[in-house]
Each structure stands twice: as C-alpha cells, then as structure tokens.
C-alpha cells in the first residue's frame, strides 16, 4: 500500500526566514509526485510534478527535490502569501489514483 | 486553464436524504475524482472514473455512489445521508496518468448533514 508522510503538521515563519518542508513515501514504482498549495475554503492548487530521485523544479520562492525515498519543498524568503497547506501526493506506475498526505500548514509572519 | 466547477459551495442536509454532488470539467479530460477531506485524515479517494459510463471505487466508497453519463460531469451521490458524511468533499480531473498528468482541482463543496 502506497503511503506519504509530511512533516512538519505545522510551521511558523517570520518573513525571510527560509525553511523546508518535508514529504518521506512509500510506493511500488513511482510514476509522479506531486505537490500542490491549498489555501483556507479552496481546493488544491497544483505546483510541481517530479518523476526521478535527483530532479528539481522552480517557481518562485518555492523548489522542490527529490530522492528515492523523499521530497522536499524548499521555500526561500518566504512571504504572508506564501501562507498555506502544502500538500504532497505520490502515483504509481500502472495506476490512475493517487496517494495523498495530510499536508503542513504553513502560517508566515510579517 | 483548467476549470472544475462543483454546483455547490456549501450544503445542509438532513439525515436519510439523497445527496446529488455535481462537478463539471472543461477540459476535456478523461479521468475525473471525488474525494472527501477531513482534518487529520487527509484526501481520500471515495470514487473515480476513466471514462463515461465507467468507475472505480477508491478507498472509502462505502454509502456513495457515482454517475457519469457525459465526459465532462461527474456526479457524487449519497444515497441515504449520515452526519459522519460531513465534510468536504472535493472533484478533481486529469488526463490518463500515462502522461504524468496532475489532477485539477474544484473548490470544494462543503456538506453539513444534520
């Protein structure tokens, strides 16, 4: 059984002060992990796709990585905006659904 | 951009009642999901269909049920409704995953069963 992990449940930030965010899975054979922001009465957001250890993606303040066995989400000089649950999910080959987390709630602080 | 639309943004029902959740896509796309989220437990998959006419159940399908006659709508349908089917349920849709497509999300619709 496919399994995603996050952690920390919940960070606090003052603005500028970069952090990382972390997603440990489980999965027999990884198709795609995903991550996605969800903002407070909205669905998620997507954000990036990953499909093998030792790729990265950008956007913004935000970079994600990962590796065989995690992924983690990088955000740097973190703005109020960027206030949010992150959310992490994982495919596996030869199936169409998908495998969440329950996500990091992540408040930054003026 | 991708656009799921969920009929409802909130909903009150009463215990017993047959609930009809609709969700409509204009992507075109070919899958399409419900989940339900609940704090702590995370999304988990009620139902999902790859193509009209066809489902699967997911992890939780138990007192749902599903229909999808056209490609675009995806119907979720509580057939006797409880107070533990509160919550939130959200509709997503993606193109098959051969393509490493990400699911898109609606907002949401937030079910209160009294």
């Known amino acids: 059984e496919d399994q995603v992990t996050q952690s920390p449940e919940a960070l606090r930030l003052q603005e500028g002060e970069s952090s990382s965010l972390n997603c440990s899975y489980t999965v027999s054979g990884l198709r795609g992990l995903f991550w996605y922001r969800q903002d407070p009465g909205k669905g998620p957001e997507f954000l990036f796709t990953?499909?093998?250890a030792g790729e990265e993606k950008e956007k913004e303040r935000l970079k994600a990585t990962l590796t065989k066995k995690e992924s983690f989400l990088h955000i740097t000089a973190p703005k109020p905006e960027d206030s949010a649950t992150y959310l992490c999910a994982v495919q596996a080959r030869g199936y169409q659904k998908v495998t969440f987390g329950t996500g990091t709630k992540l408040q930054v602080i003026p | 951009d991708v656009k799921v639309t969920q009929s409802s943004r909130y909903l009150v029902k009463r215990t017993g009642e047959k609930v009809f959740l609709e969700c409509v896509q204009d992507?075109?796309?070919?899958?399409m999901f419900w989940y339900r989220q609940d704090p702590g437990l995370g999304l988990r998959l009620i139902y999902f269909?790859?193509?009209?006419?066809?489902?699967e159940k997911g992890d939780i399908p138990e007192g749902y049920s599903v229909s999808r006659e056209k490609k675009e709508r995806f119907s979720l349908i509580l057939e006797s409704a409880s107070t533990n089917q509160t919550s939130m349920y959200l509709c997503a849709s993606s193109f098959p995953s051969e393509g490493n497509q990400p699911q898109h999300f609606g907002d949401g619709t937030r079910l209160s069963i009294l």
């Open positions: 990953l499909y093998s």
């Open positions: 992507m075109d796309h070919e899958n």
């Open positions: 269909s790859y193509d009209v006419k066809m489902k």
